[in-house]
């Protein structure tokens, strides 16, 4: 058994440790605790973690591939350009089956998109037994108003009119000059008539005549009057014909500007609704570039194959274009940290971002509303072009597919741990 003396003391010396701490200890031990405070602090300062947003997108280049899709069903009647050939924008590519002589109605179109309307010599001798088929009926329409619009201009009916009024109106001055020569005569003579009558008066006065003198002079005065009378009225007739036709010459003039201009009117309406039928017809049944580029067929491969409208039946791809641009869809959770200008970080399905490494790019447009599935539509320029961040070249291929990382900011961690505590205490 222990002696009590020894546990006593040993107890004290114990107590002695445990109840006296070190100055060293206290003073170091703070100081290396706040250093090590003071270095997680500046660390999480210095350590930077960008925030992304995620989204898939779409290499394409600043002139899209133009899908054409066929706006009818039917065969295909034609296919007039070979897989992968270039074309030119307006180039017909193929025709689907239908009525009307696709060559028909292209040579009628190029007549109709090269000549005028009011033109004296449409060559209608170029257009005979066409086969038209939904078209037929505008050109005979505007064949019917061009050919009556000529037969006016080439038989003039209001000139021939016109002229034989003037003929009249010739012959009726000529009438009123004589008539006015024998008003002057006519005037004379009944002067004289009244002095015979005078004469006739004052001699039966004097009893140097007869009672029935002055009776027959008076009556010889009275018919000159009458004639005088007639000849005015006539005069007055004649002038009133003259105005007549003159106030005839203005209607017919009217009247001839009128019916020119409606034959002009329903020449051009004809024409034009021409046009319309042939931009229906191709636009139903020709399948045409509209861009420069090369045509990439995808489900056409042959004569009298059958489509559905809506069916895409092949593309053209714009030649040598290098502009490339992504587009992207954002979903519209987070969107509103998306900003133009942000960097964009691009991994392309087809090369692995391991081994190839990933597109640099920027935010160049943003959409000022979302589609009807709430997306942002955004644009992404491509400044470095298709080289990677490994300097690797990515050889282009229309509409490659890939996901995007939007960074939208870097934040430093030590702001990360503060949103989050902004978070606890803001509940």
């Known amino acids: 058994m222990p002696d009590n003396t020894e546990i006593e003391l040993r107890s004290e010396e114990v107590q002695e440790i445990l109840t006296r701490i070190p100055h060293w200890l206290i003073r170091w031990g703070s100081l290396i605790i706040l250093l090590i405070l003071v270095l997680m602090l500046f660390v999480s300062w210095m350590i930077k973690y960008p925030d992304t947003i995620q989204a898939d997108i779409i290499i394409t280049t600043q002139v899209p591939p133009e899908k054409i899709v066929a706006k009818s069903s039917g065969k295909i009647g034609a296919i007039l350009v070979q897989n992968n050939e270039e074309v030119i924008s307006g180039t017909a590519i193929a025709i689907i089956e239908n009525p009307a002589n696709y060559k028909d109605i292209f040579l009628l179109k190029s007549i109709t998109d090269t000549i005028s309307p009011a033109?004296?010599?449409?060559?209608?001798?170029?257009?005979?037994?066409?086969?038209?088929?939904?078209?037929?009926?505008?050109?005979?329409?505007?064949?019917?108003e061009y050919g009556a619009c000529q037969l006016n201009k080439k038989l003039q009916p209001f000139t021939i009119e016109k002229n034989a009024n003037d003929v009249e109106a010739v012959r009726l001055k000529e009438r009123l000059t004589l008539l006015e020569s024998q008003k002057a005569f006519s005037l004379t003579e009944l002067e004289l008539l009244k002095s015979d009558l005078n004469r006739a008066e004052v001699l039966h006065k004097n009893g140097g005549a007869s009672s029935q003198e002055p009776d027959k002079q008076k009556l010889a005065y009275v018919q000159g009057q009458k004639n005088y009378q007639s000849l005015l009225g006539s005069i007055s007739q004649l002038k009133s014909e003259i105005n007549d036709l003159g106030r005839n010459v203005k209607n017919w003039q009217i009247n001839e500007t009128k019916e020119k201009m409606d034959?002009?009117?329903?020449?051009?309406?004809?024409?034009?609704?021409?046009?319309?039928?042939?931009?229906?017809?191709?636009s139903n049944y020709v399948l045409r570039a509209s861009i420069d580029g090369k045509v990439s067929f995808l489900q056409l491969w042959s004569k009298n194959q059958t489509v559905t409208a809506g069916d895409h039946c092949c593309s053209v791809i714009p030649l040598n274009e290098k502009n490339y641009i992504g587009k992207l869809k954002a979903r519209s959770q987070n969107s509103g940290k998306i900003k133009v200008g942000q960097d964009v970080k691009i991994r392309v399905n087809n090369y692995p971002d391991r081994e190839f490494g990933v597109i640099n790019g920027k935010v160049k447009?943003?959409?000022?509303?979302?589609?009807?599935?709430?997306?942002?539509?955004?644009?992404?320029?491509?400044?470095?072009?298709?080289?990677?961040?490994?300097?690797?070249?990515?050889?282009?291929?229309?509409?490659?597919?890939?996901?995007?990382?939007?960074?939208?900011?870097?934040?430093?961690?030590?702001?990360?741990?503060?949103?989050?505590?902004?978070?606890?205490?803001?509940?």
Do not use: C
């Open 119 to 144: 033109s004296p010599g449409f060559p209608f001798e170029k257009l005979e037994k066409l086969q038209l088929g939904d078209v037929e009926s505008m050109f005979e329409a505007f064949q019917k």
């Open 263 to 282: 034959l002009e009117h329903n020449v051009l309406r004809s024409f034009n609704l021409l046009k319309k039928a042939i931009r229906d017809w191709d």
């Open 365 to 427: 447009n943003i959409s000022l509303i979302p589609d009807k599935e709430g997306n942002l539509l955004i644009d992404v320029a491509l400044p470095e072009g298709l080289d990677t961040s490994y300097d690797r070249k990515i050889d282009f291929q229309q509409e490659m597919q890939g996901t995007a990382d939007i960074i939208t900011e870097d934040l430093r961690l030590i702001e990360r741990l503060l949103y989050q505590f902004r978070g606890i205490f803001s509940r």
